[in-house]
């Protein structure tokens, strides 16, 4: 069903929010756009109405973790703990090494590649190659981190999808999962995803001030 208007979208959310057990929040890009858009700088930005509604279902105990292809930890900014955001993309937030995953911190990273005149840094450890903690194109998808989103796929009886076009896969394969699995299934996105006919609600509004009435302080 998709949402006629924005009170109607409310009324339906409130509803599927308050009859829930276990919330699966997933999150795409659109649920940053206006993080993004407030913000001169990406490192200055800091949790919207979306991330800071997830974060009270979080502290309710509603929501265990939440799912995400994001990579800018806003998430974590919004008082999620860092252990229950599952990153299916990575962080850009610090980095790691490729070969033992040791992390490190930015600044550090930028004084060493000074240091040592515009050469990048080896891993203290095992001398191995430096990079942001992102995916990049060709790398695997997380294993450990696939598991544990398909464990609160699984666990779920609400699948929130928000702000994510439900195009890359296997991440969009979880909307399916759920659903297939018995949850109900709700998307909040501005545009129609492939999943939109299979879904208990569909919200093709503001993701801000649709999940706006859900922060509590």
Not at 23 to 48: D, L, N, R, V, Y
Not at 162 to 187: E, H, Q, T
Request: with cysteine; hydrophobic share 40%.
């Amino acid at each position: 069903m998709i949402a006629p208007d924005l009170e109607t979208a409310i009324d339906e959310l409130q509803e599927l929010v308050e009859g829930a057990r276990v919330i699966a929040p997933f999150t795409g890009a659109g649920i940053s756009t206006e993080c993004f858009a407030m913000e001169a700088q990406f490192s200055a930005a800091k949790p919207g109405r979306g991330h800071l509604a997830l974060a009270s279902f979080y502290r309710a105990g509603k929501a265990p973790a939440v799912i995400t292809q994001n990579i800018d930890n806003l998430h974590q900014s919004s008082g999620i703990s860092a252990e229950h955001v599952i990153e299916l993309h990575g962080n850009n937030s610090y980095a790691s090494c490729l070969t033992c995953s040791k992390r490190y911190e930015l600044s550090w990273v930028r004084q060493q590649f000074t240091d040592a005149r515009e050469r990048a840094p080896d891993c203290t450890d095992c001398g191995g190659y430096i990079k942001t903690a992102t995916i990049s194109f060709g790398q695997p998808m997380p294993e450990r981190e696939m598991r544990r989103a398909e464990q609160l796929t699984l666990d779920c009886d609400l699948f929130l999808a928000v702000g994510s076009s439900l195009v890359v896969w296997p991440a969009a394969g979880f909307p399916l999962l759920a659903k297939r699995n018995g949850a109900r299934l709700v998307i909040i996105n501005r545009e129609a995803t492939e999943f939109d006919e299979i879904a208990d609600v569909v919200i093709r509004q503001d993701i801000g001030t649709v999940l706006s009435p859900f922060i509590v302080h």
